[in-house]
Structure formats: C-alpha cells, structure tokens
C-alpha cells in the first residue's frame, strides 16, 4: 500500500501540490488523472523518493519513503518513467536485466535466474524478438515495452507508471495495461486517456491545480458533472457492454456536434451527469 497524507510541494515559489492525499491499496491499479500541469508528474515522482514534499508524508507499506535506502526503495518500488534510458548505449536484453540489480550484491554477476526473469518480461511485452537490439535505436513504442520490461523484471511489489501508453499503438496500450492490470502489484499510473482508465483501473485520483478534485472508482468520478468543469470541455457517458466508456467534444467551436460521426450525436445515450 502507498499513502500520501497531506502532501505539499512547490518548484521555486510556485505551489504545486496542495495537501494532497492518496491511497494506492494492495494489490489495485489506482490511476492518477487531471488536465496538463495539474501535478500528476510531481505527485508521482514524490512516491518514489525524486522529490520531498515540502510537509506531509508518503508512506509505502507503513514506511516513510524518506527513510527508506535507494536499493530498498528499488526492491519495493519500480517505475516507468518517460525520460528513462533515452540514449542509453545499452542493449534491450541488458537495460532490462539493470532491472535485476536491487536483487544482487554491488559487484555480483548476473545469474541464469537474472536471465530467466528478463527473458520472461521480454516475452511478455511481446519484445523478446529485440532483446539484441540497442535500446537507443528503438522506435517510441518499443521502448516503452521494454521500460515496462525492466519493471517487470525489477520485481517489486509496488508499480509506477507515467504514461506508459504514450507511443503505443491501441493493441499495446490494452496489451500493456492489461498486463499491469494482471501482476496483482500495487500500480500507480499517470493516464491521459480517460476511457483506459475506465477500463483498467479499480481506482482513480482527478488532481486539479495541485489538489483532488475526485476520488473514487472510475464509475463515480469519470461523470460529465466532474469532467466537465475541471477539462473545459463537453463530456458524454456512454454505458457499453460491462462497463462505459466517454466521448468529448470542445465547449466552444465551429466544428461538427460530435467528431468525427457527426450523425451519431443524436444517438448517443444521454451522460449520468
Ligand atoms: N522542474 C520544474 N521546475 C519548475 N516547474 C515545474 C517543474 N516540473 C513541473 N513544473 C510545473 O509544475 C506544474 C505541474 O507539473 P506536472 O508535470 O506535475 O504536471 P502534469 O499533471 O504531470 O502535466 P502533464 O499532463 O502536462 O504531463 C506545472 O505547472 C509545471 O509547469
């Protein structure tokens, strides 16, 4: 479980995070949402120890994160995060067995177990096929697979993720999440795409201007009367097979009612909001 209580942060004079409070519960993926710059990177990077909030606490399994040593925190925390390994001169096969390092002693040699369980993460990204291949030559979407990899390989009982969808093509956005959502780990993920996060999180936080505006299941805070304010734009539920899914369209504007069909508006179910 990650807790955040009351957590405050400012980059220079600027407040960005305003008494946040969070629970990511064990064993849930709990999505962190909101528009650009409402604090979901800086949120995020306080749970794994990159910055310290300037009052409050983050906790992980009862622990303060702020005492806890860099390789503990590796052992309990893994993340994927954008700017990760951009031009590292590395291999995909050994990027994703850096994973494995809280595991082993300083100087340790990689054992056959280490390459067991980086071939396996591999294979479950669908990305063993680039395991020879050097990560910085890697389109957007590989390497996103292959951060994910290297989490996976990394073991930890607890999963953040910035975006991991950006780059990703539909079938890797749902392949990835889908698989995140099957590690029975805790998972934090920074998601833009409202409709994932319907899909695939049991819980979601909405951050406006550094605070909660929501919080609660997808069901209850991904409603037109919560989204509409906070994103400044039109929203519609529509309630599909085993669960709903949104669609948008701009406040203001000359275009069509409903893009790109603009004859399906009048079919659309109504919104709960
Ligand atoms: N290193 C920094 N120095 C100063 N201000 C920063 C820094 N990083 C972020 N900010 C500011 O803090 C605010 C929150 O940024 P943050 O990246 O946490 O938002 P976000 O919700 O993740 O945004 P996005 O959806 O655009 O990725 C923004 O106003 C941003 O400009």
Same mark, same amino acid.
């Given at each position: 479980m990650i807790e955040v209580r009351g957590v405050c942060f400012r980059y220079g004079s600027a407040p960005?995070?305003?008494?946040v409070g969070i629970t990511a519960r064990d064993g849930k993926v709990l999505g962190l949402l909101g528009p650009n710059g409402s604090g979901k990177t800086t949120l995020l990077r306080t749970l794994y120890g990159s910055l310290r909030p300037e009052s409050g606490t983050v906790s992980i399994d009862d622990d303060d994160v702020a005492r806890l040593s860099t390789r503990e925190l590796a052992r309990r925390i893994a993340v994927v995060v954008q700017?990760?390994?951009?031009?590292?001169?590395?291999?995909v096969a050994d990027l994703v067995l850096l994973g494995r390092t809280p595991h082993r002693g300083s100087f340790a040699q990689t054992t056959a177990d280490d390459l067991d369980i980086a071939a396996d993460a591999l294979e479950r990204v669908g990305a063993?096929?680039? /395991? @020879?291949?050097?990560?910085?030559?890697?389109s957007g979407g590989e390497r996103q697979r292959v951060l994910v990899a290297r989490a996976l390989a990394q073991a930890a009982g607890h999963l953040l993720l910035d975006e991991?969808?950006?780059?990703?093509d539909v079938r890797y956005q749902h392949e990835v999440l889908d698989l995140v959502r099957g590690l029975g780990t805790t998972v934090v993920v920074v998601l833009h795409d409202l409709n994932l996060a319907a899909v695939y999180c049991d819980e979601v936080v909405l951050l406006e201007d550094g605070q909660v505006r929501a919080a609660g299941t997808p069901d209850e805070v991904l409603v037109p009367d919560i989204l509409e304010p906070v994103y400044e734009v039109r929203v519609r539920r529509v309630e599909i097979e085993g669960g709903f899914q949104l669609a948008f369209r701009p406040r203001?504007?000359?275009?069509?009612?409903?893009?790109?069909? /603009? @004859?399906?508006a009048a079919d659309l179910p109504r919104g709960r909001g």
């Open positions: 960005v995070l305003r008494d700017e990760h390994g951009g031009d590292l001169p590395v291999t063993i096929h680039l /395991a @020879g291949r050097p990560f910085a030559g890697l991991p969808t950006n780059h990703l203001t504007g000359t275009g069509p009612a409903w893009a790109p069909h /603009a @004859g399906a």
